[in-house]
DNA sequence: AATATATTTTAGGCAAGTCTAAAAATATTA
DNA sequence: TAATATTTTTAGACTTGCCTAAAATATATT
């Protein structure tokens, strides 16, 4: 027999400060004050506490008056269902319609908020199950587990001998756009990190069986995330 | 030079004003009553009456006191946006994610909302600027134009001996679609008219190299465009 | 044409979500 | 600890989009 949970149609607005406490909750750790979730949301705080009661009144927060709140347990799972479907869509805008990694959030924001659990299992489905993020936040899976262990990284932070998928640049001067485009290498090329030389910091990796060599700088530009 | 008209940011519920005062201009040629508004809106005529006035007031539609509404061209222009969004989506959500095509349009009546031209530009070039959605109908092109070109038609006023892609199928029943199914019939498929029945309406089609009957309900219930 | 019926509009009200201004509670500091 | 400053809440108001009930207008019928 399956449980099936009846989750409770949120508003757009309800959604938004759901989200805005589990990023502050993360951020600090501590109960989120009402100023706080104000400034996250970019409110008065006259209209935080009016959302707050409602919120609490559908026991997704606990609220004491003047003592701040905190996600419930369903809170959390709703946050992190959001989480996972704005992560999901960014990586179909930059990997399927070829939005640059910049330019997804706004559109991300709106399209978190398609009620249907049936389009995220799809949509997840037909992007391969991605870990990862376009800008190398891990995505929640659809049991809520994140893997926040293994977080996006820079390329100098890598072992040696390691697979890796690159996620991102974070200069993104057209030379070093270029010198990456001439080596073919691109958002989602898989490398491995052949050998780091101290001297200059500079590192050498495989790519498409190739050996490339990198600069200290070029490096230092480059995210990636364990394969 | 490029001229940008600044298009007006619409709420969810005005834009959705807009689509059925458009639905019902395509379905009877004169000014839109307030009642008929309200019955496709699912909703009270005094409502109506305070939406109209809004829209009006936004040059959106013309009204008049007791004489109903006619969409504006920019009012129009609306429309058409939101009609070709969703038939994107519906396209997206079909032949992307693998949804049927009886599930999509709640999904896609969501999606249509979503402020990005440069998403749907993106979205119909990885589409690859389809013509028609899983239902059959043509999706308007970026600057409005609908190929209205009797192109779609059923599949009971094909010529015989002439090659056609199936775009969609009306009826909806999963009994129907399994069948479908069953011959490999999908959307896409090329499909070639052999035989007419005139005794009860049936046809034979050519398809991947085998002949098919289809009987005068599956026929009916096909829509096709000439390949 | 006068009356009956149907349609449409107005008037007033409600819920969501926001705001400002003032009051209440908490925190800071002299 | 008493005064001051900050934070939070309350009270009342506004907008959007909807509602009901009643009034106004248009249409149909005798």
Redo the contacts with the bound molecule.
């Keep these: 027999m399956t449980i099936k949970v009846i989750m409770q149609e949120l ?1 757009t ?2 959604e938004n400060y759901i989200k805005a406490i589990y990023a502050i909750e993360q951020a600090e750790r501590d109960t989120v ?4 979730l104000a400034e996250q ?1 970019q ?12 919120l609490s009144a559908k026991s997704l927060i606990t ?1 004491e ?4 709140v905190t996600l419930t347990e369903e809170g959390i799972a709703i946050a992190i269902k959001l989480i996972r479907k704005h992560r999901l869509w960014e990586t179909f805008l930059v990997e399927k319609l070829g939005f640059g990694w910049d330019e997804v959030h706004e559109i991300a924001e709106q399209l978190e908020h398609i009620q249907s659990s049936k389009l995220t299992q799809k949509l997840d489905a037909f992007l391969n199950y991605p870990k990862f993020d376009p800008h190398g936040d891990p995505i929640p899976n659809e049991d809520g587990v994140i893997h926040k262990n293994e977080k996006a990284r820079n390329l100098s932070e890598t072992d040696l001998q390691e697979a890796y998928i690159v996620i991102g640049v974070s200069d993104v001067s057209p030379s070093f756009l270029k010198y990456l485009d001439k080596n073919g290498i691109n958002i989602g090329s898989k490398i491995k990190v052949l050998q780091r030389y101290d001297f200059d910091q500079s590192i050498s990796i495989e790519f498409n069986g190739k050996e490339i060599n990198l600069s200290k700088t070029a490096v230092q530009n480059i995210t990636v995330i364990p394969n």
């Design positions: 508003s607005s309800e004050s009402t100023n706080a949301m409110t008065k705080a006259s209209s935080v506490t009016d959302m707050v009661k409602k609220y008056k003047y003592k701040g």
